[in-house]
């Protein structure tokens, strides 16, 4: 058996020689990402591991299918790059990493929303001019706060944790409950239900085609003034120019956010000589209330090293036995 593994980063080499070691399978690690020009790469191999944010195309599958390869296994969690026809005409199957680290995004979430809340940006900018006075930057106390979680898969569930840890008030919404939580209460009936009642909102579902730009005017009319929202999700989620006016208004107060509409081409990517060219980004990312992170939630060693060793487990699976525990099936 022959794998081949597409956008290998250095911080990515240790875990897969690790499992090359104790698995004695043959894995070609290529730093490029995967396109049409680095597939050819994959002939002679009986299976592909991937991660990149950018786009799949079609013709990548259909040469996996020419090649005999019916085995991809994606070393993160979302699908929404995956072009489904294309899978499905050739026949291969898809696995995912559907729980690297919970942990890793709920934590960045919470830190973020804790920097908003007490005011850090204020004081880490004012603090370099030389100026230690406390006012006017009184902050707020998340144990005197609401959260309104949207999604209770693993991640959503690892942040209500944390926030109940810290003593907030937790509601939550998901079209699919989870029984423990539905026990305790802590489910509402609808969005709307959630947005009038919360201090913030944080995002925890899949990029959906039901859900795109689910956070726009309307959702942010129903809000009381104030709310802080964290997108640790997917950028198609928010509406960003609906959330510059939201900032604008002050109905929201503050935003973390790891991801963005249009991050391709911004995040991981070194721009000190290559200025961001998009208005909208460079207008959200100049707000002292706005803190960004470039997609950098999952960026852990504990994540790392479960995306890589999974996403090789999954793909051997598939190869020696046509199915794999993290299979994606879609309807
Ligand atoms: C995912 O796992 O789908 C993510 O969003 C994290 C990715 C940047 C590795």
């Known amino acids: 058996?022959?794998?081949?593994?597409?956008?290998?980063?250095?911080?990515?080499?240790?875990?897969?020689?690790?499992?090359?070691?104790?698995?004695?399978?043959?894995?070609?690690?290529?730093?490029?990402?995967?396109?049409?020009?680095?597939?050819?790469?994959?002939?002679?191999?009986?299976?592909?591991?991937?991660?990149?944010?950018?786009?799949?195309?079609?013709?990548?599958?259909?040469?996996?299918?020419?090649?005999?390869?019916?085995?991809?296994?994606?070393?993160?969690?979302?699908?929404?790059?995956?072009?489904?026809?294309?899978?499905?005409?050739?026949?291969?199957?898809?696995t995912n990493v559907p729980a690297?680290?919970?942990?890793?995004?709920?934590?960045?979430?919470?830190?973020q929303l804790l920097a908003l809340i007490r005011r850090i940006p204020e004081?880490?900018?004012?603090?370099?001019?030389?100026?230690?006075?406390?006012?006017?930057?009184?902050?707020?106390?998340?144990?005197?706060?609401?959260?309104?979680?949207?999604?209770?898969g693993r991640i959503g569930r690892a942040a209500i944790n944390i926030f109940k840890g810290f003593g907030a008030k937790v509601i939550a919404y998901d079209v699919f409950r989870n029984s423990e939580l539905e026990k305790e209460g802590i489910y509402v009936d609808s969005l709307e239900e959630l947005y009038r009642q919360v201090d913030v909102i944080t995002l925890h579902v899949p990029a959906l085609k039901d859900n795109y730009h689910m956070l726009n005017d309307?959702?942010?009319?129903?809000?009381?003034?104030?709310v802080f929202v964290l997108n640790f999700a997917r950028g198609s989620l928010i509406d960003t120019k609906a959330l510059l006016k939201a900032l604008d208004s002050g109905k929201v107060a503050g935003a973390a956010l790891d991801t963005y509409e249009d991050e391709v081409g911004i995040f991981d990517v070194?721009?000190?000589?290559?200025?961001?060219?998009?208005?909208?980004?460079?207008?959200?990312?100049?707000?002292?209330?706005v803190k960004i992170t470039p997609h950098a939630a999952f960026y852990t060693k504990p994540a790392v090293k479960n995306m890589v060793q999974i996403a090789l487990e999954n793909n051997k699976a598939l190869i020696e036995k046509g199915a794999a525990r993290n299979e994606v099936k879609f309807d």
């Open 100 to 111: 690297y680290s919970p942990m890793a995004i709920a934590e960045l979430s919470v830190t």
């Open 1 to 94: 058996m022959k794998i081949i593994a597409y956008g290998i980063r250095d911080d990515e080499k240790p875990y897969l020689e690790e499992w090359v070691k104790d698995n004695k399978i043959e894995v070609k690690a290529v730093s490029e990402l995967l396109d049409s020009n680095t597939i050819e790469q994959a002939k002679g191999y009986d299976g592909v591991v991937a991660y990149q944010q950018k786009p799949y195309t079609d013709d990548l599958f259909d040469k996996m299918n020419e090649f005999g390869i019916h085995a991809f296994s994606l070393r993160n969690v979302g699908v929404d790059n995956v072009p489904v026809e294309a899978l499905k005409r050739n026949n291969i199957k898809i």
């Open 218 to 226: 309307e959702a942010f009319a129903q809000m009381h003034d104030g």
């Open 123 to 152: 004081f880490d900018a004012k603090m370099a001019r030389g100026d230690f006075r406390w006012e006017p930057d009184i902050a707020l106390e998340l144990n005197q706060m609401t959260v309104g979680v949207i999604g209770t």
């Open 270 to 289: 070194d721009h000190q000589n290559d200025p961001i060219n998009d208005p909208v980004f460079n207008d959200l990312y100049s707000r002292r209330n």
